[in-house]
């Protein structure tokens, strides 16, 4: 499976769930990784954010409210639309036509979008999103995985319609593709089994050796 392949798919999906999902509230445990991942970035030198999968922008209007030039961009343009109504600069665009000149984002997130992609896609997408990183900034990766899930495939019980594709990988597999293009500043897992979510933070290096755009400590 290509990441082509299911992009139509999941579009026709998240617009149809557009407004329901923008009506949802966040557990607070997502709270709290969207809280330390600013934290991280306070005093650091961030600017400019990209959230990717950005969904209605409510994670994209947080980060804005506390200080950061945000960019929101989503595959959905129902979810675009919603971002734009809470006056956020956002963009409809797919994960491999993220249409920024490279080094143009201080920080990237990404929270439960990337396990849409297929494994034989992701080093590409993470390569471009390391691209539009500067040297030193840091990308929250977010999603669910590890034991107990099938790796790739539709789920007929999925409440979309149709149902999305989604890549549940191991631990050590989602690392293995992160260490290809970044440094992992973190990675920790909250839940267990099938509510397993892996939480990596990540680091573009500076190919010149010099000083790091953000300080880690």
Known sequence: MRYGE??????????????????????????????????????????????IGAGTGHDSVYFRDNGLDV?????????????????????????????????????????????????SDLPAVLEAVRT??????????????????????????????PPRFFSFRSDEQLQEYARAAFEIVDFHVVGADDDRFQSLTLRRADPSGGPAGLSLQ
């Open 71 to 119: 960019v929101a961009v989503d595959l959905s343009p129902a979810m675009v639309a919603l971002c734009r109504e809470k006056g956020l600069d956002a963009h409809a665009m797919d994960f491999l036509g993220l249409d920024f000149p490279p080094g143009s984002f201080d920080a990237v997130y990404a929270l439960n979008c990337l396990l849409h992609v297929p494994n």
């Open 6 to 51: 299911v992009i139509g798919s999941l579009r026709t999906a998240y617009d149809g769930g557009a407004r329901r999902r923008d009506g949802r509230g966040k557990a607070p445990w997502k709270l709290a990784e969207r809280e330390a991942f600013l934290g991280r970035l306070k005093g650091h030198g961030c600017g400019r954010l990209l959230e």
């Open 132 to 161: 539009l990183m500067r040297p030193g900034g840091l990308f929250f990766l977010g999603v669910y995985g590890g034991a107990g899930r099938p790796r790739e495939g539709t789920f007929d019980e999925d409440d979309h319609h």
